[in-house]
C-alpha cells in the first residue's frame, strides 16, 4: 500500500512548497505596493475597465455594498442565461429548457461558488450555458472570495480603508485565476481532456450498437473548475469521468489544484498583515486536521465492501464507484481534499464510499475551515481564531487582544453568530426534509445511509461545497428551492458578518501588545485553536453524525 | 455607479475568461493534438468505433468484458450506481455478476468486475481481471488460453504512482483480439 502514503505525500507536501511562492505573487498582485510600477499600470487598466466606481477606498459598508450589487447582477445574468439556452448559439446536441426551479438553484449555487449540480452537464446544458455562465462564475467567484479576504486582511493591517472591490475583483480574476487556469488548461489538454466545440460523436461498436460520446469544450472547464475551489463538472459524474479526469497524472494535477490557492490563501494573509509567524501558525493547524483526516479516511476506506461479505469475490479495497486508471488512494486523497476546501468536485462517488470514510467529508464541510474556499476558508477561520482569542483571554484574565484589535463581546457575539449559523442551516434543512416527503420520498439508498443523503446534501450547501451522495433524487422543487437559499445565505453572511467585525474593530483605538498578551503566533494558541474547532464542529453536529454514517457502520454485517 | 461597475467588470471578465481563454484553449488543443481534443475516437476499416476512454458495451462470449455499467455504457449520460456499503442491491447485482463470470469459491470474481465504476465509463481493467475472462474468450474462439493470454499482456499499461497495479484499456484489447484471431462473422 505504497500508494496510500506516496500519492497523499505528493500532492499535500508539493502544493504546500508551491504555495508559498503562490502566496507571494497573490500579495503582489492582490495588495501591490504604491512603488510597483507594473501592477500600478494593472491598476490604471482595471480603473479603465470599471469606471469611476473603481476610484475610492472603501470602507466595509461601500466594500459590502459593491460585492451585493455585483453578485445580484450576475445571478440574473445567469438565471436568463440558462432559462434562455434552447433559443441561444453554441448548442450542437439541441439542449431543451431548463426547469425555472433547477435555473435557481444552478444559478445560486455557481455565483455562490458552491457547484452544486442538480442537473447533469452533458445532458442538461447546451455548450454556451457551460461556457458563458457557469464557466464565468467559476472565474469569478474565487475572485470574490480571495477579495474579501485581502479586505479583511487591509482592514486588521490598520490600512485607511479596505480597498476597492472592483479592482480587487479584477486583480484575482485577471492576475491570479486566469494565468494558473491557462497553464492548467494547456497541460489537460496535452494529457488526454477534450477541447472542442463539434457535439457529441456517433460511434458504431465492435458489437454493433450505436454509441453516443459527450465531449465539448472539457479541458478549459475543467482546469477553473479545479483551480477556483468551484468543483463543477463538465460531464454529470465529474472527475470520476474518464474524460474529464483520463489518467494519473490528470488526476495528480487537478488534486493539486483544489488546495493551491487556498493554501497560499494563508501566506498572502500572513504577508498584507506583515505577519509571517501567525500565518505559519494557521497552516501548521489547516495541515494537521487535513492530514488527520486523511489518515482516518484512508484507514477506513480500506476495508472491503461490506456488501461482499460470503459471496466468492475478491477481497479488495472498497471499488464501487471508484475508476480503476485512479485507485483508492489517489479517490480517499481527492475526497477529502475536495471536502476541507469547498470544491465539492469528485474523483470517486461519495455515496459509495464505506459508511465511516463518507463521515470524514462531512466533518470537513461541518469544520470549513481546513483551507477552505478561496479567501473565505480563510475568513472562516479567522472567525474561529477570534471566539480562541477571547477564550484565551478569558484564561489568563486579561483583556483579549489579536495583533493590536481589543477583541470584545460585541465582536465575538457576531463570530459565533456566523459559525453557528452553519449548523442552523444544515441542521434545521435536514431535520425539515429528513421528516418529511421532501427528503424522505428522494432518497436511493435505505436505512441510515438514507438519512446521511439528506444531511450531506444540506451540509454541502451551507459549507458552499457542492458535493454529494449524488443517489439523492434532488432535483425536485423543494429542493431546488431549499438547497438555493440555504447556499445564499451560507455564501453571504459569513462574508458580510467579518467585514462588519472589521469594521467595529477599526473604529476603535489601536490596542498594545504587551509581553502578557497571548501571541495568535506560538504553540499555546495553536492548541487553544484547535480545541476550540474541535469542540465547536464536535458539539454541533455529533448527534446527526451518530444518526447517520456511524449508525450504518453499525448496522453493517 | 455599483450598477455601471458590475454591466462594465462582468462584460470585461466574459469577454476575456469565456471567450480569449476559451479560444486559446481551443487552438492550442486542436493545433497540437487534436486526436485528444476531439475525444481519442478510434477508427476501424474507417469507421468510428468508440472512444478510447469511454467503455461501450460487450456481451459476446468472444470479448474481453469490461465492469458493470451503471449508465448502461451510454457515452452521452454517465452515471454511478452511487449505492451505499449497506444496500442489498448492490449484493444482489454482485451475485448477478458472479452467474455471469461463472465465479465460484476456488475461482472468485475480481471486485472489480462486480463493482461499478463512478462514471459508469471506465475503458480499464486490471490485467489480473482481464486473464480472468481469458478462459471464456479462448474458447468461443477456438483458440490457446495462453494465445489469448499473450495478446491481453501485449495490451497492457503500468499505472504511474500505483505499485504495481498493471491495466489494459477493454476496448483496444477487443481489437487487438479480433486482430490476432479474425472471426468468421465479424461482430457475430
Request: hydrophobic share 50%; glycine share 10%; proline share 6%.
Amino acid at each position: 500500500m505504497i500508494d496510500s502514503i506516496l500519492i497523499p505525500a505528493l500532492v499535500i507536501g508539493g502544493t504546500a512548497l508551491l504555495s508559498v511562492p503562490l502566496g507571494s505573487w497573490l500579495a503582489r498582485a492582490m495588495d501591490p505596493a504604491p512603488a510597483d510600477a507594473a501592477m500600478a499600470r494593472a491598476t490604471g487598466l482595471f480603473t479603465a475597465i470599471a469606471g469611476p466606481a473603481a476610484r475610492p477606498g472603501q470602507d466595509w459598508k461601500a466594500y459590502a455594498l459593491a460585492l451585493l450589487a455585483f453578485n445580484a447582477l450576475a445571478f440574473l445574468f445567469v438565471f436568463a442565461l440558462l432559462m434562455l439556452q434552447q433559443h441561444l448559439p453554441l448548442n450542437p446536441d439541441a439542449k431543451g429548457p431548463l426547469t425555472w426551479d433547477l435555473a435557481f438553484n444552478t444559478a445560486a449555487s455557481f455565483v455562490t461558488n458552491t457547484n452544486l449540480q442538480h442537473y447533469s452537464g452533458e445532458q442538461a446544458m447546451s455548450y454556451l450555458s457551460q461556457i458563458a455562465a457557469l464557466m464565468w462564475l467559476q472565474f469569478v467567484t474565487p475572485a470574490v472570495g480571495l477579495a474579501v479576504l485581502v479586505a479583511l486582511a487591509r482592514g486588521l493591517a490598520g490600512r485607511p480603508d479596505l480597498g476597492n472591490f472592483w479592482l480587487d475583483l479584477q486583480r484575482a480574476t485577471f492576475l491570479v485565476m486566469l494565468p494558473l487556469a491557462i497553464l492548467w488548461a494547456v497541460a489537460l489538454v496535452l494529457l488526454g481532456v477534450p477541447m472542442t466545440l463539434q457535439g457529441a460523436a456517433t460511434a458504431t461498436t465492435l458489437e454493433g450498437a450505436e454509441q453516443l460520446i459527450a465531449r465539448g469544450p472539457v479541458a478549459a472547464f475543467v482546469a477553473i473548475k479545479q483551480l477556483g475551489t468551484n468543483g463543477g463538472g463538465w460531464f454529470g459524474p465529474n472527475s470520476t469521468h474518464p474524460l474529464e479526469n483520463p489518467g494519473m497524472w490528470t488526476n495528480l494535477l487537478q488534486t493539486v489544484a483544489i488546495i493551491l490557492v487556498p493554501m497560499a490563501c494563508v501566506w498572502m494573509f500572513g504577508r498584507i498583515l506583515g505577519r509571517p509567524k501567525h500565518a505559519r501558525l494557521i497552516f501548521v493547524v489547516m495541515l494537521g486536521l487535513l492530514v488527520t483526516k486523511l489518515g482516518l479516511a484512508m484507514w477506513a476506506e480500506a476495508a472491503p465492501t461490506a456488501a461482499f461479505t460470503g459471496l466468492p469475490i475478491t477481497t479488495e479495497a472498497n471499488l464501487e464507484g471508484k475508476e480503476m486508471r485512479l485507485g483508492g488512494a489517489a479517490s480517499v486523497t481527492w475526497a477529502v481534499l475536495t471536502t476541507s476546501t469547498s470544491n465539492g468536485s469528485v474523483n470517486a462517488m461519495m455515496d459509495s464510499l464505506n459508511p465511516l470514510t463518507g463521515l470524514v467529508p462531512m466533518v470537513d464541510m461541518w469544520l470549513n475551515a481546513t483551507f477552505g474556499g478561496i479567501g473565505v476558508g480563510l475568513v472562516n477561520m479567522w472567525l474561529y481564531i477570534l471566539v480562541a482569542v477571547f477564550l484565551g483571554g478569558m484564561l489568563i484574565g486579561r483583556t483579549p487582544t489579536y495583533i493590536g484589535h481589543r477583541i470584545e463581546a460585541r465582536e465575538v457575539r457576531l463570530a459565533i453568530l456566523a459559525l453557528a449559523l452553519h449548523g442552523v442551516l444544515i441542521l434545521g434543512g435536514t431535520a425539515l426534509f429528513a421528516a418529511s416527503d421532501w427528503g424522505a420520498a428522494t432518497t436511493s439508498n435505505p436505512g441510515p445511509h438514507g438519512f446521511s443523503q439528506i444531511l450531506y446534501e444540506f451540509t454541502s450547501s451551507s459549507a458552499n461545497n457542492g458535493s454529494g451522495f449524488e443517489g439523492l433524487g434532488d432535483n425536485t422543487v423543494p429542493w431546488n428551492v431549499a438547497t438555493g437559499l440555504v447556499m445564499l445565505l451560507g455564501r453571504y453572511l459569513p462574508i458580510l458578518i467579518p467585514l462588519a467585525i472589521v469594521g467595529l474593530l477599526t473604529a476603535k483605538p489601536r490596542a498594545a501588545e504587551t509581553e502578557g498578551t497571548l501571541s495568535p503566533d506560538g504553540a499555546t494558541f495553536g492548541g487553544l485553536l484547535t480545541v476550540t474547532l474541535l469542540i465547536f464542529g464536535a458539539l454541533t453536529f455529533l448527534p446527526a453524525a451518530v444518526l447517520g454514517p456511524v449508525a450504518e457502520q453499525l448496522a453493517q454485517p | 455607479m455599483s450598477i455601471a461597475a458590475s454591466f462594465r467588470t462582468i462584460t470585461a471578465t466574459l469577454l476575456v475568461c469565456s471567450g480569449l481563454y476559451t479560444g486559446l484553449v481551443l487552438a492550442v488543443g486542436q493545433a497540437l493534438v487534436p486526436d485528444i481534443a476531439d475525444g481519442q475516437l478510434v477508427e476501424r476499416d474507417g469507421k468510428v468505433v468508440g472512444s478510447r476512454q469511454v467503455a461501450q458495451k460487450f456481451e459476446a462470449p468472444h470479448y474481453l468484458w469490461p465492469r458493470p455499467s451503471a449508465a448502461d455504457y451510454n457515452g452521452a449520460a454517465a452515471s454511478g450506481s452511487n449505492k451505499s456499503a449497506t444496500n442489498p442491491e448492490l449484493t444482489e447485482r454482485a451475485r448477478a455478476e458472479i452467474a455471469r463470470h461463472g465465479a465460484t469459491p476456488a475461482r472468485p470474481l475480481p471486485a472489480e468486475l462486480a463493482t461499478t465504476s463512478g462514471a459508469g465509463l471506465d475503458p480499464h481493467l486490471s490485467l489480473p481481471a482481464a486473464l480472468y475472462q481469458a478462459p471464456r474468450i479462448a474458447a468461443a474462439r477456438g483458440v490457446a488460453v495462453a494465445d489469448v493470454e499473450k495478446v491481453m499482456a501485449g495490451q497492457t499499461t503500468m499505472l504511474p504512482l500505483a505499485s504495481g497495479t498493471r491495466l489494459v484499456n477493454v476496448l483496444e484489447t477487443n481489437l487487438a483480439l479480433d486482430a490476432a484471431f479474425p472471426l468468421k462473422k465479424p461482430g457475430g
